[in-house]
């Protein structure tokens, strides 16, 4: 949360490189929240998609629906980032848009994934003992197999939030904005400065990002 | 689950197909597939999601055909958009041809699931329209496709950049083989070691590509400076050597984690059996630990070379070329066919890698026997 601080970080790191720091239009802790509401957006969009499809698959007799949720977010995994952000413009053009699609494609994977083994890992007596007590299958869900996968659903969550802070600047490129701004204007001025700077923030914020969710789960357990 | 491939592709045919546009730059005109290709497709694919039900030894030779036949019409309608107009038109395949193109992969990947139970035939039928694409590559059909005029201006660029990619890839693996391989093989013995060399690793990688790539530029532009014989052999801060370095970086972490895994995965038993028979540390680590655990320890490879495929296309912005030029250069100048020419061979590069890989992996596996 230092990272928050203006002025300290510009200062600390142009001493430290022997550069001077341009000023930038948009001041850095803007820019942070802006990095940050980008990967919220995308996280919060994830979730709302990818937990349904988690349970939807995991349901019985949908063993094909499952490889298939599975081979899907994969792909989305495999093809390069810049590639979908790229793919992504023609269709939507420049800004926030294709860096959230990128993102949500990005993150879905860890979030499904582990979705669907925290589900499958339920153990089988314990949904036969709810089911002995007249549960219905969505009181199930509810009450024993959401909470029980909980755990495992939300190690995705903070694998997802941390790869999408490094993924969300790349989306500098296509002018959205956010940390991957300072990266880029550093690289095309040759000023290393700007470049650490930006990595820093990036990289604090996957930090804290990731000790936010992990303080989180503890708290829930 | 061929439903699931099927509605998109019902859906595609309402939407536009080509995008015709006087020059690479301008705004155009969009074109619907005609009626009576649009029934036929409509039929083909309503064919293809009932013999799951009714027919399921066909479904996988109809929904090869259903994906063939998308395919085929971004070669024909592209041809029929450009016939009568000036050279510098192009066609461009549209959202109808894309959504296609989506629906028929599932058809196609939930049929071949299908098929497994089936025998070979249905197997392979599920299988065919790869040939069938490469068979209309190979024939010049898609001749008048936008991406593909792209690449006849680009053409003896697109090869350079296309083996620059492939170079950066290939070096930073071998770098992080030779680093990572004797680190992960300490490492697995001495659970300090691992400790300090898993968290620099994964340290690393919560910088993003980006960064990485621009923060190195600084040291290996003093190492140039200030060692001369570096500098000859072609090191310096923007270009090739950062990149390199930014790579390898990168691609340590699951070689590292993997390797780990995989030797500590070895079971006991294994190695007691192998001490048993009288084998010396050495013999027992190079006949038995190593086989055992390189299936596993093969995948964090797989892992690496995918990611570096995407830390490669990016590469670009500091100068190292690669398929990032084009979807760069596209992007700076609005050239859709241009960032298509760059992202399409990029995406396709990880997905091979990728299938060619696990393949491997499923060989040794099969060969070596799992740990």
């Known amino acids: ?221 | 689950m061929l439903w699931l491939g099927a509605a998109p592709m019902l859906t595609s045919l309402l939407l536009p197909w080509v995008l015709l546009r006087p020059n690479r730059l301008a705004a155009g005109e969009f074109l619907r597939l005609p009626g009576a290709q649009a029934a036929l497709g409509a039929l083909l694919v309503m064919a293809a999601a009932l013999s799951g039900r009714f027919l399921p030894r066909a479904a996988p030779l109809l929904a090869s055909l259903s994906l063939l036949t998308g395919l085929w019409w971004l070669g024909a309608q592209t041809t029929t958009a450009l016939t009568g107009q000036a050279t510098f038109a192009r066609a461009s395949a549209s959202s109808g041809l894309w959504l296609w193109l989506l629906g028929g992969g599932i058809l196609v990947y939930g049929a071949g699931l299908a098929a497994r139970g089936m025998g070979r035939l249905q197997v392979l039928l599920a299988w065919l329209w790869l040939p069938g694409l490469v068979l209309l590559a190979l024939i010049g059909h898609f001749a008048d496709w936008s991406v593909i005029a792209e690449y006849r201006v680009q053409r003896s660029r697109f090869g350079q950049e296309l083996g620059q990619h492939l170079k950066l890839i290939l070096s930073a693996l071998g770098l992080a083989a030779v680093i990572g391989a004797p680190l992960a093989v300490w490492a697995s013995r001495n659970a300090r070691v691992s400790g300090v060399v898993l968290g620099l690793a994964g340290g690393v990688q919560t910088v993003p590509s980006l960064a990485l790539l621009g923060m190195l530029i600084a040291p290996l532009s003093w190492l140039a400076n200030h060692l001369p014989a570096l500098r000859s052999l072609g090191v310096s801060g923007i270009g090739t050597a950062p990149a390199l370095s930014a790579m390898t970086l990168y691609a340590l972490l699951p070689v590292l984690r993997n390797g780990v895994v995989a030797l500590r995965g070895v079971s006991p038993g294994a190695l007691d059996a192998a001490r048993g028979m009288g084998m010396t540390d050495n013999q027992r680590f190079w006949r038995v630990q190593l086989p055992l655990a390189l299936p596993v320890w093969l995948s964090g490879f797989r892992q690496a070379a995918v990611m570096l495929v995407g830390v490669a296309s990016v590469a670009q912005l500091i100068g190292a070329g690669g398929l990032g030029y084009f979807i760069f250069s596209g992007l700076q100048s609005g050239a859709a066919d241009l960032i298509l020419l760059g992202a399409v061979p990029a995406a396709l590069l990880a997905i091979g890698l990728d299938a060619l890989l696990r393949g491997l992996e499923a060989l040794l596996g099969s060969k070596l026997g799992k740990v």
């Open chain 1, 1 to 221: 949360m230092v990272c928050l601080i203006p002025g300290l970080l510009t200062g600390t790191v142009s001493r430290l490189t022997g550069t001077e720091i341009p000023t930038l239009g948009t001041p850095l802790w803007s820019l942070t929240l802006q990095h940050l509401g980008l990967v919220l957006v995308a996280e919060v969009v994830v979730l709302l998609i990818g937990v349904p499809l988690a349970v939807v698959v995991t349901r019985p007799g949908r063993a094909a629906l499952m490889r298939l949720a599975e081979a899907i977010t994969g792909l989305g995994q495999t093809v390069p980032t810049l590639a979908i952000l790229a793919l992504a413009v023609p269709v939507l053009g420049f800004g926030a848009p294709p860096t959230l699609l990128g993102l949500f494609l990005y993150g879905l994977v860890p979030v499904v994934s582990n979705g669907i083994a925290g589900l499958l890992a339920v153990d089988q007596p314990t949904l036969d003992a709810a089911r002995g007590m007249g549960m219905t299958d969505a009181q199930r869900l509810r009450r024993i197999e959401l909470p029980l996968s909980l755990p495992v659903l939300m190690a995705g969550v903070r694998t997802s939030a941390v790869y999408n802070v490094g993924t969300a600047t790349i989306g500098a490129a296509l002018g959205t904005g956010g940390l991957g701004t300072p990266i880029i204007e550093g690289l095309s001025q040759q000023n290393t400065a700007l470049v650490v700077i930006g990595a820093l923030l990036a990289a604090l914020l996957a930090l804290s990002l990731d000790g936010l969710l992990g303080l989180a789960v503890r708290a829930e357990e």
